[in-house]
């Protein structure tokens, strides 16, 4: 759904866990979408005039069928779904729709069902391509099922969405990055990196209250996160989240009990990523950071390449108090020029 000028709006729908008729390990829906139910047809209808009613006139809308399983609802509730969308598609009010499921709830008749409704864009939570760690976080499904889903996702041409997670059991950074390559080997063209978190009332609860599950913490979580977003902007896959989105239910209700959890997620991670590319500089020209007087970046990192609570000045400041980091949009994204 791109085109140059138009803004892109998704109007989101949440369909929670009681919608999907498993039980993940780590998963209590309830908590993460701080939604109970599944909305009703007519609650659909009355989220998407609400967003209409705001959106900018021209604007390329989509909307997006998340959280649960959507396409492990009966049939009947699917097609509804998608039969409330139809009118606003046919009246050029809204363009497409998108929608989040699971490897194993994706077959021939599920897809040509999903064509006839303008359903563009389809994301698997794959979580893990690797067999053990899919086993150990009570999935359901395999490696095999994530790559045979994903080729019939993209044999139909609709866009591919695969969602990883980091630190679930006997996860490790390398199967992490394994798991990353071969997203991009699937031909994703969207991805998103939750890191797991302890979430009540879920069966990892409570492995981690009798010890024998460690979520990971925050500066691993921040570095796994990091080595894999490097790899898929390498590959032009969009990263459209990292981090999980906190509903205030999941804050406040008690839902969190552990794990690498934080409101400004992806900006450390971003933080992370800005260090290393100085670090990286400087390594390989042999220069130190008080042969640096100016860092010059593109507006649009300024943020990150300052860091965190200003954790990046603050370390160069520390071996140079006169360093600066100032902006200029003549620099690229992604780039910056040191001034010696
Ligand atoms: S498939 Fe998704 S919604 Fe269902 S239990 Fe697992 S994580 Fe939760």
Not at 72 to 100: F, H, M, N, T
Request: aromatic fraction near 10%; charged fraction near 20%.
């Amino acid at each position: 759904m791109k085109a140059k000028g138009k803004r892109h709006y998704n109007i989101p729908v949440f369909i929670p866990q009681k919608a999907c008729p498993h039980q993940c390990i780590y998963c209590n829906q309830r908590y993460i979408s701080g939604q109970n139910n599944a909305p009703s047809l007519q609650e659909v209808k009355q989220t998407i005039e609400l967003y209409l009613s705001t959106a900018e006139k021209g604007s390329l809308i989509q909307v997006a069928f998340f959280g649960g399983t959507f396409t492990g609802l009966d049939i009947d509730s699917q097609i509804g779904y998608l039969q409330a969308v139809k009118p606003y598609i046919e009246a050029g009010k809204i363009q497409s729709v998108r929608l989040s499921t699971r490897p194993d709830y994706i077959n021939t008749q599920i897809l040509d069902l999903l064509k006839q409704y303008n359903v563009t864009d389809i994301e698997l939570g794959a979580q893990s391509l690797d067999d053990r760690v899919l086993q150990v976080s009570e999935r359901g499904h395999t490696r095999e099922d994530i790559i045979k889903a994903s080729n019939m996702i993209k044999s139909y041409g609709f866009n591919l969405g695969l969602q990883m997670m980091i630190g679930l059991p006997e996860d490790t950074l390398d199967k992490s990055i394994a798991t990353a390559r071969t997203i991009v080997s699937l031909g994703a063209s969207s991805t998103r990196i939750y890191p797991t978190l302890v979430i009540g009332r879920t069966p990892l609860e409570r492995l981690y209250r009798q010890g024998i599950y460690e979520p990971l913490t925050i500066d691993d979580a921040v570095i796994w996160s990091k080595e894999i977003y490097k790899i898929f902007t390498a590959a032009d896959i969009t990263v459209l989240r990292v981090g999980l989105h906190p509903s205030e239910s999941l804050i406040s209700g008690g839902g969190y009990i552990a794990g690498p959890f934080h409101v400004s997620f992806f900006e450390l991670v971003l933080t992370a990523l800005w260090k290393e590319r100085f670090e990286d500089f400087l390594r390989s020209r042999d220069l130190a950071i008080r042969d640096i007087k100016t860092i010059t970046v593109n507006p649009k990192d300024v943020n990150y390449a300052v860091g965190y609570n200003s954790s990046n000045l603050r370390w160069l400041k520390q071996a140079n108090p006169n360093i600066k980091i100032i902006q200029n949009s003549s620099v690229a994204p992604d780039n910056f020029i040191i001034w010696q």
